[in-house]
């Protein structure tokens, strides 16, 4: 179950070189672009998931909606 669940994580560090290239932004980008773009791979990474599990056609005729918390400093201040 561990395995499972650490496989399927997903962390969106949107301050690291690596991950910026993996969607295509750099560290000049405005944070909220690059989190936009974090999000949008976020929820391809969800409906990759969805289909493994359950199959492709599984989210043919399913909306799913996905909520996050942005804990920046300005956010909470």
């Known amino acids: ?4 669940y650490l496989d399927n994580n ?3 560090p949107c301050t690291n070189e ?11 980008c405005s944070m909220p672009d690059t989190k936009n773009a974090a999000f949008e791979a976020f929820v391809l990474h969800v409906k990759k998931i ?3 599990y359950y199959g492709a ?6 909306k799913i909606r996905v909520g ?3 804990d920046t400093n300005s956010n909470i201040e």
Do not use: P
Not at 1 to 4: G, P
């Open 10 to 12: 997903y962390y969106a």
């Open 68 to 70: 996050f918390s942005d």
């Open 1 to 4: 179950m561990i395995n499972i």
């Open 18 to 28: 690596i991950f910026l290239e993996s969607i295509n932004k750099d560290l000049s």
């Open 50 to 52: 969805f289909t493994r």
């Open 57 to 62: 056609n599984f989210l043919a005729d399913r």
